[in-house]
Nanobody, 126 residues
């Protein structure tokens, strides 16, 4: 069982930066691949990026590639999403999620992930 708590959201102007954090409970954090997803009003939840259990591999949606960076610290049970050059279309609730090592499926599919945080709002003004 993993509990996830996001923080770091807020209001920022276009072109600005935010760093989201996700704190995880439990002693098995390093066994979970972690993902970030977002959901804008009236839209489906969409993939932002993912990071492997060790942190050695990352993957990103095309819309954020080159602007967003995911990192993790397994010693501190945390995962971060550094967001630079923010655009108004990045406005959404951002969720971190954990994928069990026994879960199959693509890492860009929300249904693949087993545990979710409550989300943190990111608003980018133009």
């Amino acid at each position: 069982q993993v509990q996830l708590v996001e923080s770091g959201g807020g209001l920022v102007q276009a072109g600005g930066s935010l760093r989201l954090s996700c704190a995880a409970s439990g002693r098995t954090f390093s066994t979970y691949a972690m993902g970030w997803f977002r959901q804008a009003p009236g839209k489906e939840r969409e993939f932002v990026g993912t990071i492997s259990r060790s942190g050695g591999a990352t993957a990103y949606a095309e819309s954020v590639k080159g602007r967003f960076t995911i990192s993790r610290d397994n010693a501190k049970n945390t995962v971060h999403l550094q967001m630079n050059s923010l655009k108004p279309e990045d406005t959404a609730v951002y969720y971190c999620a954990a994928k069990s090592p026994y879960s199959t499926g693509s890492n860009d599919n929300p249904g693949t992930f087993n545990y979710w945080g409550q989300g943190t709002q990111v608003t980018v003004s133009s």
